[in-house]
């Protein structure tokens, strides 16, 4: 499974972001796909997942109601639209891709592929 991520960069808090993700090779390795947060000196957490056969949607608290995950099967892309950005969701923000079914889960070590990540900064 190969994973892209894109769309990041600088706003001013309050603004809005879209991150994409393109993936590709093995579908049965990526029955959940995630969005992971990093900064410096933490571990990985998570943000968002989806099923991606059934949808479903999950989000850690202080991402509900500002940011939404997406899927397009035809183009392989997942997506995240973050919305009402403030200082704290500033990180490196990683794609993620699951083999089993359980996709409510922010566990790191559930995931099996990633992404090689994208930054997002608010000011």
């Known amino acids: 499974v190969q994973l892209v991520e894109s769309g990041g960069g600088s706003v001013q808090a309050g603004g809005s972001l879209r991150l994409s993700c393109a993936a590709s090779g093995d579908r049965s390795s990526r029955k959940c796909m995630g969005w992971f947060r990093q900064v410096p000196g933490k571990e990985r957490e998570g943000v968002a997942a989806?099923?991606?056969?059934?949808?479903?949607?999950h989000y850690v608290d202080d991402v509900k109601d500002r940011f939404v995950i997406s899927l397009d099967k035809d183009r392989n892309t997942l997506y995240l639209q973050m919305n009402d950005l403030q200082p704290d969701d500033a990180g490196m923000y990683y794609c993620?891709?699951?083999?089993?079914?359980?996709?409510?889960?922010?566990?790191?070590?559930?995931?099996?592929?990633w992404g090689q990540g994208t930054q997002v900064t608010v000011s």
């Open positions: 993620a891709a699951r083999s089993a079914w359980l996709c409510q889960t922010f566990r790191e070590a559930d995931y099996n592929s």
């Open positions: 989806i099923g991606t056969v059934g949808g479903g949607e």
